[in-house]
């Protein structure tokens, strides 16, 4: 009873005219910031971070956290209307959001992105209500070990169950993590894959970079190529009624949604990991689970509502470890910690006793601010669906120059720019040769995360592998991902059998 007294209280925090305003401007600055490639939620927040400052903290935590959510939501315009995804985030929601697009469903993705993003945050607040302590504890006893064979787990899943050729996902998944491998090493800090000291591969490669680079210029010369630049998407269209059976449609999709939404999550309980490998992981399950993983990549709506449940979901996981621990979930939450302490809160155990007013007003803003961001991103979408009735040739330079940009602003180097055209022309060469886009993706993602917890764990068990099957959690992920590798093979022999018999 304690925690619904709370969160009444919080409410009448939130719902005050003052917070609802800071609501409402978060909610409208995050879906612009969240769906201008190379900006996404960690920029938005730190260039507004010093505005706050001129209003109480609650009220700044308010705004943050409705910028936040709002770029959570704006990720996905830019990928299902342009092909370009706003942030890492939105990266998996690109896979089948655009070629929805491309079919003239784009309301439809649209309206999937909203709803599922929705549904995707009210269980994580739900969940952040009811068990922000217990789900802190257990994130602490999640290790390097456990970690690293989560990290197995989604590779397995994109082999195992992709429904792609198995030797072309192998390609790139280890293509993937060899671009993830370049730059300082993580532990000695010498350089490697440098290419004969080029400056510029000093900082890696970033992951937008890479994602920009496949799926903005990739994907113009893929749609130049296959329409003989001829291109048309003005059979795009909106309608009240569209929305509607739009939003119906989606009752067939909500095991998926159930999913991303508790992935989404769990990994973003998990220090420093994120929203953008619990979008990419959902996305892998989706299609693993599906009785048509084919359809992926060629607008399977299953695809758009898995990604956008996970990261809005993980989003709010992110700062369950923020507030009870003092650890950020994500750069996001980084950001956030930092004006909390600029603010003179302590995060911590102590942070729900000593400060219940700010943490109750917080955890309800999430509530309104998710309703704000769903009314507000559908009532948007006839604005959003204009975007396509542009003619090709004005629509086509348009997304060139929002890719250079996108590539330019992660890290204000030319260097990038140039390195996403390469990345451009190679996407739309493994497409032409029908290699899998996304295990490459989820390679550049994890890999830097993998090889951490890899040799994080070697070093604290002197190096000994062993270590990986005596912590519960890993083994049993490890058990899982062996089958998962196996399954193509025991499916191959299932079937040698059934030929064998008739």
């Known amino acids: ?49 010093p505005v706050t400052f001129l209003v109480p903290p609650t009220s700044a935590i308010i705004f943050l956290g409705a910028i936040y959510y709002g770029a959570m939501y704006g990720g996905a315009i830019s990928s299902i209307m342009l092909g370009i995804p706003g942030a890492s985030t939105a990266v998996a929601t690109t896979f089948d959001g655009r070629p929805m697009a491309i079919k003239g469903e784009a309301d439809k993705a649209l309206v999937a992105a909203a709803v599922a993003s929705f549904l995707g945050g009210t269980i994580s607040i739900i969940l952040f209500t009811l068990f922000a302590p217990l789900l802190a504890d257990f994130a602490l006893k999640f290790g390097p070990a456990e970690e690293f064979a989560l990290m197995i787990l989604a590779f397995s899943t994109f082999i195992g169950l992709g429904g792609d050729s198995i030797l072309k996902t192998l390609f790139a998944i280890f293509f993937g993590l060899a671009l993830s491998a370049v730059g300082l090493d993580v532990v000695s800090g010498q350089s490697r894959l440098i290419f004969g000291d080029i400056t510029g591969f000093y900082h890696g490669i970033n992951f937008l970079v890479l994602a920009i680079g496949i799926y903005g210029i990739g994907e113009i010369l893929w749609t130049m190529e296959i329409d003989k630049g001829n291109v048309s998407l003005s059979k795009a269209n909106v309608s009240l009624k569209r929305i509607f059976k739009a939003i119906k449609e989606l009752k067939n999709t909500w095991g998926t949604v159930l999913m991303g939404s508790f992935l989404g999550y769990f990994v973003g309980i998990l220090p420093a ?71 003179g809160l302590e995060p911590g155990p102590l942070l729900f006793i000593d400060q219940r007013e700010f943490v109750w007003g917080l955890i309800s803003s999430l509530y309104t601010a998710n309703v704000f961001t769903l009314l507000i991103n559908i009532a948007f979408i006839p604005a959003f669906i204009a975007v396509l009735k542009m003619p090709f040739t004005i629509l086509a330079p348009i997304i060139f120059v929002l890719c250079v940009v996108g590539g330019y602003a992660p890290t204000n180097d030319m260097h990038d720019v140039w390195l996403m055209l390469i990345f ?6 493994l497409r032409k040769l029908n290699y899998p886009m996304a295990p490459v993706v989820l390679a550049i993602v994890l890999g830097p995360l993998a090889e951490r917890s890899m040799r994080q764990t070697l ?29 193509p093979l025991l499916k191959k022999l299932n079937l040698r059998k059934k030929l064998e018999s008739l």
Do not use: C
């Open 1 to 49: 009873m304690d925690i619904f007294a709370n969160l009444i209280d919080g409410f009448a925090t939130s719902l005050l005219p003052y917070n609802m305003m800071m609501i409402t401007l978060g909610v409208v600055a995050g879906l612009f910031i969240g769906a201008m490639p190379g900006l996404g939620s960690v920029n938005g927040v730190a260039i507004l971070l």
């Open 459 to 487: 070093i604290g068990s002197h190096g000994s592998p062993m270590v990986f099957i005596e912590r519960p959690l890993s083994l049993i992920f490890l058990i899982i991902s062996l089958f998962l590798f196996a399954l």
């Open 424 to 429: 451009g022309l190679g996407g739309y060469l």
């Open 273 to 343: 990991a994120g929203a953008t490998p619990g979008s990419l992981m959902a996305y892998g399950i989706a299609k693993s689970a599906s009785k048509t993983p084919e359809n992926f990549g060629k607008g399977e709506i299953k695809g758009v509502v898995a990604p956008e449940a996970a990261n809005n979901a993980a989003s709010t996981g992110s700062m369950l470890p923020m507030l009870t621990l003092g650890i950020p979930g994500s750069p996001t939450t980084a950001i956030l910690l930092g004006g909390m302490v600029i603010w």
